[in-house]
Antibody, heavy 119, light 107 residues
Framework: QVQLEESGPGLVKPSETLSLTCTVSGGSISSYYWSWIRQLPGERLEWIGYVFRSANTDYNPSLKSRVTMSLDASKNQLSLNLTSVTAADTAIYYC??????????????WGQGTLVTVS | DIRMTQSPSSLSASVGDRVTITCRASQSLNNYLNWYQQKPGKAPKLLIFAVSNLPSGVPSRFSGSGSGTDFTLTIDSLQPEDIATYYCQQSYTTPKTFGQGTRLEIK
């Protein structure tokens, strides 16, 4: 079964770029859709976007100007870059497989999450 | 964006109780509605997909129902391990959006 693990710096300075990696095991990264989701202070969940085979992406309009998602098939990893961060980007960042069945879709499974603080 | 509103925001119930959490969408979702369970310190976990379908391994005391804009998560006979925050999520359109969560505690 697919398992995911996020990694990256836990502390990022304001105005810099947040870069995270999600390593996938138990399945090919080229076969599925993948999403990043973050959990803000106060526990609100915010969908950041999805990526499929790098060329197919969809981002939350609220973050679209600052977000890039990509895949590295050789490492079976997906990555997230978020530019020009502020304190409002402080959150736990999760990667998740976006399971699709016909037009239905849901997030399963999720990685364990990684806390990123902007300060 | 589709706004998802859960009620109540928090809930305290006794072991063995039947618990109901509701989720209302700002527009019709057909059956594009999922539920997640997040235990303290853990990542969210898929609980129900497409309104009423349980993934393998989810206890049968959990059930989902609803249509259009109004949906319900029910826990029959609450167990201590059900302490968690529950989120609904619409997958009808992007951006995908979540409810604000319902925190469930045991009395």
């Amino acid at each position: 079964q697919v398992q995911l693990e996020e990694s990256g710096p836990g502390l990022v300075k304001p105005s810099e770029t947040l870069s995270l990696t999600c390593t996938v095991s138990g399945g090919s990264i080229s076969s599925y859709y993948w999403s990043w989701i973050r959990q803000l202070p106060g526990e609100r969940l915010e969908w950041i976007g999805y990526v499929f085979r790098s060329a197919n992406t969809d981002y939350n309009p609220s973050l679209k100007s600052r977000v890039t998602m990509s895949l590295d098939a050789s490492k079976n990893q997906l990555s997230l870059n978020l530019t020009s961060v502020t304190a409002a980007d402080t959150a736990i960042y999760y990667c998740a497989k976006l399971h699709r069945s016909a037009s239905l879709n849901w997030f399963d499974p999720w990685g364990q999450g990684t806390l990123v603080t902007v300060s | 964006d589709i706004r998802m509103t859960q009620s109540p925001s928090s809930l305290s119930a006794s072991v063995g109780d039947r618990v109901t959490i509701t989720c209302r969408a700002s527009q019709s979702l057909n059956n594009y509605l999922n539920w997640y369970q997040q235990k303290p310190g853990k990542a969210p976990k898929l609980l129900i997909f497409a309104v009423s379908n349980l993934p393998s391994g989810v206890p049968s005391r959990f059930s989902g129902s609803g249509s259009g804009t109004d949906f319900t998560l029910t826990i029959d006979s609450l167990q201590p391990e059900d302490i968690a925050t529950y989120y609904c999520q619409q997958s009808y359109t992007t951006p995908k959006t979540f409810g604000q969560g319902t925190r469930l505690e045991i009395k």
